[in-house]
């Protein structure tokens, strides 16, 4: 296959700032998921209202991808101030935030997203210190149980895909079903899992992730092949559209470091 103009990394964010619509209230994580989130604003969603887990709202990057949700790249053009209590507190918990966009070190066949740690042979009944410790959920949490809806990125890798996530560090649909309606969460759960490879989302009655589309480098049977449960198939399974080349330009503009153009492995 000759070389694409663009990364599998630049597919994930465009096909992740798809799911934004104009006028919506969004939060962001740290990372790809700004990327992502100030792409929509930059290409199709002008009036998309963003704010990060810190409570800075209104802004968008300046000179290249923030380093955290409160760097100066995003300080600097800031419409308002809050903190996380505000953020997550009150916008998200109270039901107010329209979509959240995070990231998953693990993710499984319910959405459930692990950022906590590995365990070599499973965390087991009772918790103890993991083998690989990850990073932590931070506000990816009280964005999985309030937000409106939920995207997840993550890089389609089968040690990733999970059949079942060794620890729940944000909540997706649990054991699926009604499940989230039993415990009460104000949000309506991942409405998607946005990787290198493809667009998966959930069964409206099981919740269960299936696969909807493929990119135009990936294939349905790579996708399963990379993927750590037995990945089913929706009957309308599609090719997703390649970037346009305004989306390109908007994507690279936000992304002005280039954070996406490294070529990824395969498979990632």
Excluded at 126 to 150: E, K, S
């Amino acid at each position: 296959m000759s070389e694409l103009p663009y990364t599998r990394q630049e597919m994930m964010a465009i096909a992740a700032g798809r799911e934004l619509r104009d006028g919506e209230l969004a939060i962001f994580g740290v990372g790809l998921s700004m990327l992502a989130g100030y792409f929509a604003q930059a290409h199709h969603a002008p009036r998309l209202r963003s704010m990060t887990e810190g409570g800075v709202y209104g802004a968008t990057p300046v000179g290249g991808l923030p380093w955290g949700i409160e760097c100066n790249r995003l300080s600097a053009n800031a419409t308002s101030f809050t903190h996380a209590l505000d953020a997550l507190g009150f916008l998200v918990a109270s039901g107010r935030c329209d979509v959240g966009i995070i990231g998953a070190a693990q993710v499984d066949k319910f959405g459930n997203v692990n950022t906590t740690g590995i365990w070599q042979d499973g965390l087991g009944e009772h918790y103890r210190a993991p083998d690989t410790r990850l990073t932590g959920a931070g506000g990816a949490n009280d964005i999985a149980c309030g937000a409106g809806r939920v995207v997840i990125m993550v890089s389609h890798e089968a040690k990733r895909f999970a059949e079942r996530v060794d620890y729940i560090s944000s909540p997706g649909y649990l054991e699926g079903g009604n499940a989230r309606a039993r415990h009460g969460f104000v949000g309506g759960g991942p409405s998607a899992i946005v990787t290198t490879l493809g667009v998966l989302r959930p069964e409206p009655d099981s919740k269960e992730f299936v696969l909807t589309g493929y990119y135009p480098f990936s294939s349905v049977a790579e996708i399963q092949a990379h993927t750590g449960w037995a990945l089913r198939v929706a009957a309308d399974v599609q090719e997703i559209a390649p970037p346009s080349p305004a989306e390109l330009a908007a994507l690279r503009r936000v992304d002005v470091t280039g954070a996406l153009r490294k070529p990824a492995k395969h498979g990632k």
